[in-house]
Structure formats: C-alpha cells, structure tokens
C-alpha cells in the first residue's frame, strides 16, 4: 500500500535484514493511531487516518536523509464510539486499542528497538494513548514520546471561533482535505454546528471546561459537524499543512536527541 510516507522512511516497506542492521540505540519508530469515522456529510471517513499520513510523511521529508526515524503502519481503528449511531464509524474498545498498542510495544521491545513515538490524530484516542505511553515505558523500558495532531502548531488566518471549538469537521480539517485529497471532499454538503462560543465560555462545557460533560456526536450535532467548514480553502490547507509539517518535524529531532533530565549524555547521573 502506498502512502504519504516515503518509501525511505517506510518501516513495513524494509525486509528483516535491513530492519537488524538499524542501530537500536538511536532508532525512533512512530506508530500512527487515527480512526475510521464519520466526518459529517463532506469529509470522508478515513479523515483522521488520511491527516495523519500527509502530516506525517511531509514531516519525515523535513528530517535529514540519515535520521534512523521510520513510520510504522498506522493503527487506523481508534477509540470512536463518541460517534457511534452514524453509519461507517468503525470504533474499537479502549481495551481492544490499548492492548494493540501493549503488543506492538512488545514487539518491538524484542526485537530491541529504544524508542517510540505515538503520533495521534484522534481526539478520542488522546487519554488512552497517554495511558499507553507510560505504561510501554513502565513494562519494556522504551523510551516512549506521545505527538498529538499538529503538534501545537498556529494557523494563520484560522478565526477564533473556530480555533476554539472547531473540534470536528470544521475549517481545519477541511482545508488540510482540500489541499491532500480534494476529490474526497464534498464542498456541496457543508453544515455548520458550534457546541459553544467564545464569547460565552460556560463553566460545565464538552470540552476545556472547568467542568465536562460526556457526550455523544448525536447528543450535541445532527450532521456529525461541529465547526465550520464554510472558508476551508485549498490554499490555506497548504499553508498550515506545511506548518503542522514543520512543526511535527523539529519534535522528532528533538526526540532523536533526547536524554531524560538527570542523565548526562553518557548516562551517568549528574549532580
């Protein structure tokens, strides 16, 4: 299958030799986990997985050619029962997920490799996922790093509104679409749905409250949308594709470079 990811930087793509000449020491693996879910009426169902992979493999093209960093196959079943009742959601449970995750650490635990990072594109994996790292981290002793979305990268031009509560569908993910695979975008069957505002910001929320409440998609948004994709452009898409993607890739050096607080570069413990 062929994906965003280079060919270079394709874990699976590698035969067991190649794989055993990789320095274990300093080889960062990244595991995708995304989902297969509804996106309203105008994105397709693998949009977090398609995010996920255009990110990424813009990304590893961002990295210098001898950086031991590969992709491993994505886990795109994620934990998305927040959006069952619309047809197509294919959601795993948050044991099923967490223990796909257990087991692939394992695996390459065995085979020796140090260090993972998980490279999340779905919100409703967030909390399982940081569960996951420091328990890999715990049972195997990998070194293990957690990249959530776009990895805290700002978009120009994005309103506040929709910075704020664009969760699902809205301007964002849409133009990221329109700029990856515009043909899988219906800019006919645009709907618009906010679960607050900014200008009232409500203690008890969805989501970044003081308070939260749990919820359902169908509870709070008919059409599976909660945002706007209305001002999605291609160009825009490109845009904050390109700063994701730049943004994502200085975290891997950082990672590749990394020692945990208390250890010199040798590991000998500092004063």
């Not at 940081?130 to 195997?140: K, Q, T």
């Not at 993607?245 to 208390?262: C, D, K, N, T, W």
């Amino acid at each position: 299958m062929k994906t965003r990811v280079a060919d270079s930087r394709n874990f699976a793509y590698l035969n067991w030799k190649q794989v055993d000449a990789l320095p274990r020491d300093r080889t960062l693996l990244i595991l995708p986990t995304a989902a297969i879910e509804q996106h309203g009426p105008h994105l397709p169902l693998a949009t977090d997985t398609l995010i996920n992979n255009e990110l990424l493999g813009r990304a590893l093209d961002l990295l210098p050619a001898d950086a031991p960093v590969y992709a491993l196959p994505p886990v795109c079943y994620g934990k998305s029962n927040e959006h069952i009742g619309f047809p197509g959601t294919l959601s795993v449970s948050a044991s099923t997920f967490m223990a796909v995750l257990r087991d692939l650490g394992a695996s390459l635990s065995a085979a020796g490799f140090q260090r993972i990072a998980i490279f999340n594109t779905h919100g409703g994996n967030s909390s399982l996922v940081d569960v996951m790292a420091r328990d890999l981290r715990a049972e195997f002793g990998l070194r293990t790093f957690t990249i959530f979305g776009s990895a805290g990268a700002t978009f120009e031009g994005l309103n506040p509104q929709e910075r704020a509560y664009g969760f699902h569908a809205g301007e964002l993910e849409t133009a990221f679409l329109l700029a990856a695979a515009p043909g899988l975008v219906d800019t006919s069957a645009y709907t618009v749905n906010y679960i607050a505002s900014i200008e009232h910001k409500p203690l008890l929320a969805p989501e970044n409250g003081a308070a939260n409440f749990a919820w359902l998609t169908r509870d709070i948004a008919a059409s599976g949308v909660m945002g706007d994709p209305r001002p999605a452009t291609a160009s825009n898409g490109e845009l904050w594709l390109s700063a994701a993607a730049q943004r994502i890739a200085s975290v891997l050096l950082e990672i590749l470079a990394f020692h945990e607080p208390g250890q010199s570069t040798g590991g000998e413990a500092q004063a």
